[in-house]
């Protein structure tokens, strides 16, 4: 996972990571780890960057080079039964168990089960994996789109960079 477009979009406003740090309501230390990538930035925080600079979630990971922000609705708040709805519907349109999801991203069924069931909000590395591995929008993935939703559109691939 790529997020060397914090930097590059954070410099073309000519901001500071101190600036990005407020703006996030973080530490500046916390916000400097995200862009050396010594921790990944979660994924309400990530969210909150996106509208910021409004760019699409896909745009700043590298999955589409494209921005389609106004496609989506960064408005609406994340909500993990939604996403967890999301995973669920992805994983029977791919006839795969949550042991099979879990064995192809590296996670524990008990994980898989958690984020379905919107117990637990899907950790940004796992909406990524999740589009990278099924060819898909993490916004899409994180119910951003304005209009269709998750099932209409799990089978319509996005622009994956290589």
């Known amino acids: 996972m790529d997020f060397s477009k914090l930097i590059l979009l954070r410099n073309k406003k000519d901001l500071t990571q101190r600036d990005m740090a407020k703006i996030l309501n973080?530490?500046?230390?916390?916000?400097?780890?995200?862009?050396?990538?010594e921790e990944i930035i979660p994924l309400w925080h990530f969210l909150n960057y996106c509208e910021y600079f409004k760019v699409t979630m896909d745009f700043v990971l590298g999955l589409n080079n494209v921005n389609k922000y106004n496609d989506f609705d960064y408005t609406k708040?994340?909500?993990?039964?939604?996403?967890?709805?999301?995973?669920?519907?992805?994983r029977k349109k791919r006839n795969l168990t949550q042991n099979d999801l879990a064995k192809i991203l590296n996670t524990s069924q008990s994980t898989i089960s958690a984020y379905e069931s919107g117990k637990t909000l899907v950790l940004t590395a796992f909406v990524y994996s999740l589009a990278h591995e099924f060819n898909m929008s993490v916004d899409k993935l994180c119910a951003r789109a304005k209009e269709e939703d998750i099932?209409?559109?799990?089978?319509?691939?996005?622009?994956?960079k290589a």
């Open 26 to 37: 973080v530490s500046k230390s916390t916000y400097a780890r995200w862009e050396t990538q």
């Open 77 to 90: 708040k994340l909500d993990k039964s939604k996403i967890g709805q999301n995973i669920k519907i992805l």
């Open 151 to 160: 099932e209409s559109s799990v089978e319509v691939p996005i622009t994956v």
